[in-house]
């Protein structure tokens, strides 16, 4: 279940015409795709009688996705131009089968989508996007740790996960899905961030971060 599908139809009236100029037919794409993804971080996973609304992980799973195409990942993070790009789950699974739904026949870029699950940070390193699960929580500060110089992308949603370290928290307000970004763990990771992305997030800082300093 793609739960863009509905919202995706509903947006491509905002396509531009086929006389528009080149450069302004992809100024457009890129605001339809800015739209999608604002309409996609505000759905409610418990809101509006509907058929099939989607869970909090299934949305979960979608936000994944576009993090990804709202990140540029530098070329050695992969190990060679055939890897995949990896997404991991690190510990429990809270998701089941909902990414392989989520992910199957997708690319990021040229590269298939492919799910990991690890019972711990082995091999962690060879991940772009690393779901750290809240059965790892007592545990972050080592995962964190031995992913120090790697271009990981560390996501998760207990509670002070991003000011303990990690790059990107899911948080539920108002029963709605959203997302703080760590901007020290964004340098740390290597990883460029789109403005666009930045802008949808609540950005703070590791815990104890002067910002003036």
Same mark, same amino acid.
């Given at each position: 279940m793609d739960p863009l599908s509905g919202t995706r139809q509903g947006l491509w009236r905002l396509r531009p015409s086929t006389s528009a100029p080149r450069d302004e037919r992809a100024r457009e794409r890129m605001i339809t795709l800015v739209i999608v993804t604002i309409i996609l971080f505000s759905v409610s996973p418990? #809101?509006?009688? *509907? %058929? &099939? +609304? +989607?869970?909090?992980?299934?949305? @979960? $799973? $979608? /936000?994944? /996705? &576009?993090?990804? @195409?709202f990140i540029d990942w530098p070329e050695g993070s992969f190990e060679s131009p055939q890897s995949p790009f990896t997404i991991c789950v690190v510990?429990?699974? +809270? /998701?089941? &089968?909902?990414?392989?739904? $989520?992910?199957?026949? @997708?690319?990021?870029?040229?590269? +298939?989508?492919?799910?990991?699950?690890?019972?711990? @940070?082995?091999?962690a390193r060879l991940c772009q996007i690393e779901f750290v699960s809240s059965s790892e929580s007592a545990h972050l #500060?080592?995962?964190?740790?031995?992913?120090?110089? #790697? &271009?990981?992308?560390?996501?998760?949603?207990?509670?002070? /996960? #991003? %000011?303990?370290?990690?790059?990107? *928290?899911f948080t539920l307000e108002d029963n709605r899905v959203r997302f703080a970004i760590n901007i020290d763990a964004v340098d740390r990771s290597g990883l460029k961030f789109s403005s666009k992305l930045l802008s949808l997030a609540k950005v703070l800082h590791d815990e104890g971060h002067s910002k003036g300093g």
């Amino acid at each position: 279940m793609d739960p863009l599908s509905g919202t995706r139809q509903g947006l491509w009236r905002l396509r531009p015409s086929t006389s528009a100029p080149r450069d302004e037919r992809a100024r457009e794409r890129m605001i339809t795709l800015v739209i999608v993804t604002i309409i996609l971080f505000s759905v409610s996973p418990l #809101a509006r009688a *509907q %058929a &099939n +609304p +989607p869970g909090e992980y299934e949305l @979960k $799973a $979608a /936000f994944l /996705f &576009n993090f990804a @195409k709202f990140i540029d990942w530098p070329e050695g993070s992969f190990e060679s131009p055939q890897s995949p790009f990896t997404i991991c789950v690190v510990g429990l699974d +809270p /998701f089941g &089968n909902i990414l392989e739904d $989520a992910m199957r026949g @997708k690319m990021i870029g040229n590269r +298939p989508l492919a799910i990991r699950r690890l019972k711990d @940070k082995a091999g962690a390193r060879l991940c772009q996007i690393e779901f750290v699960s809240s059965s790892e929580s007592a545990h972050l #500060a080592e995962i964190l740790g031995s992913l120090h110089g #790697a &271009n990981v992308l560390v996501v998760g949603d207990t509670s002070g /996960f #991003a %000011a303990s370290g990690g790059t990107i *928290q899911f948080t539920l307000e108002d029963n709605r899905v959203r997302f703080a970004i760590n901007i020290d763990a964004v340098d740390r990771s290597g990883l460029k961030f789109s403005s666009k992305l930045l802008s949808l997030a609540k950005v703070l800082h590791d815990e104890g971060h002067s910002k003036g300093g």
